[in-house]
């Protein structure tokens, strides 16, 4: 028999800061600020971790689960401390580099001979992977799947600084080649309130027939002339059809799950403070599935197969985030 799952207690830490679970500050999209009637609270369903099929169920329903003490806030810190020292050798935080202010340049460019493996070595580092892909995560998403599940190799480890955010889309265009049984995990690395552009999901986004049924088959790497990125963007999207954006201000521990289905994008960091904002995303399967190649191995190919080097994060802090 399964034990219930006891949730890691938040506790306070150097991360900590004073946060309320609710929109006590503007959440951006487009330098627009959303109106209260159009954002909504992620529904907290770590209660249901005891209660696995009423878990999935929700899931289900929602196209997401967001989970609170998930992962140990030492991991979260260790993580967050070694990539942020890696960061501060490019120049890019102000010390001391934990806090993780911008500091508005970067050297990378003259530092490191390539943009992805500096970005591969950082998205190795092993407090990272043991946070990302280490036992409390294994223990999760075996509960969630409800059998042996297997995380993607590959990482999408993000830190945006004020102004950049991530435009709506669904993930089925880049992670369902083999199976659509992908799920994305969401994990804030440190508290994010919503000014610093955490995830945000579109309520009802599930059932967004006209949305969906075009992407079937649909495979972005392939597909030259498509984006998966709505030109759309959230708030006028929310209002056309008379749905919400639903995030938090993020607290260490936090973690969201969802399907392929599920249309998602991360509000503008606008950030007073200049707090980089750091996440990382991840994707599981049930192991027993098939795989994608091109997100497991040692040097995994990614999306279009350039590796780490095609994602946000290797850029220099100071460049602008590229549309896909
Ligand atoms: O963190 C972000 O900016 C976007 C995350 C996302 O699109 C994803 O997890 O699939």
Known sequence: MQRPWIPFPQTDCFMTAT????????????????????????KDSTPLLADPVALRKQLQQDGYLYLKGIVKPQHIEAARQEVFAR?????ELKEPAHEGIFSGVSHRDQR?????????????????????????MHRVMDLIMGEKSRPHDYLFLRAGVQG????????????TRAHDQVYTVWMPIG?????????????????????????????????????ATLSQDALSLAIERN???????FEIGDIVVFGMYTLHGAFQN?????????????????AALDVDARYFGKNPGGTTGAGYGELQGAKPLTDDWHVR
């Open 112 to 136: 490191v001979s390539s943009r992805g493996e500096f970005w591969q070595s950082v998205s190795e580092g092993p407090h990272l992977r043991h946070l990302t892909h280490g036992e409390d």
């Open 191 to 227: 508290n994010v309130p919503v000014e610093q552009g955490p995830l945000a999901i579109v309520e009802g986004s599930k059932k967004f027939k006209d949305l969906i049924d075009p992407m079937n088959g649909f495979d972005v790497a392939l597909d030259k002339s498509r984006k």
């Open 87 to 91: 960061l501060a050798k490019m120049g």
């Open 270 to 286: 606008h950030c007073p403070l200049q707090k980089v904002r750091l996440s990382c995303d991840v994707r599981w399967q049930p």
């Open 243 to 249: 749905t919400r954006l639903l995030s938090r201000n």
């Open 164 to 175: 950049r955010s991530t435009g709506l889309h669904y993930d089925y265009p880049f992670f």
């Open 19 to 42: 946060l309320t679970p609710l929109f006590n500050r503007d959440c951006l999209v487009n330098s627009k600020v959303v109106p209260q009637e159009r954002l909504g609270e992620l």
